[in-house]
């Protein structure tokens, strides 16, 4: 639960730091366009639509990229020899507990364990030892 909580903090925190960079550009236009004097705003508004969806395209990609970096670095609760002890006997269990969630790693550990056991072994060791 205190991982969930720290990945939401980090995503509103980088949300609220997008924010505050979208709301200080678009204060200093409006500034430039109010010291300018009666000049009209050339930019198309089409044009700052586009600004902004590329920028939210940008961000979107900053926060995944960030979500993956800590997923990586938090780790999970269990050490690795514990999650090794556990992939002896069922493979795809112990690459659950590794990386605390389900993912493509767990759902290819089971289906190679269903194929055969030791491939599925193999295979949630390599993903226990960060190989893949």
């Not at 609220?16 to 300018?36: D, E, G, R, Y």
């Amino acid at each position: 639960m205190e991982k969930i909580m720290k990945c939401v903090l980090s995503i509103l925190l980088i949300w609220f730091v997008a924010n505050l960079n979208i709301l200080a550009a678009s204060t200093n236009n409006q500034a430039v366009i109010n010291n300018s004097g009666p000049q009209k705003n050339t930019a198309s508004p089409q044009k700052s639509s586009k600004v902004r969806k590329q920028e939210r395209k940008e961000m979107v990609q900053k926060m995944r990229e960030q979500l993956r970096v800590f997923r990586k670095t938090a780790g999970s609760g269990a050490s690795k020899g514990v999650c090794v002890l556990i992939s002896i006997f069922l493979p795809f269990i112990g690459v659950l507990v590794y990386e605390n969630s389900i993912t493509t790693n767990f759902w290819i550990s089971l289906i190679l364990w269903f194929l055969l056991f030791f491939p599925g072994f193999i295979y949630a060791l390599l993903v226990i030892f960060d190989v893949i």
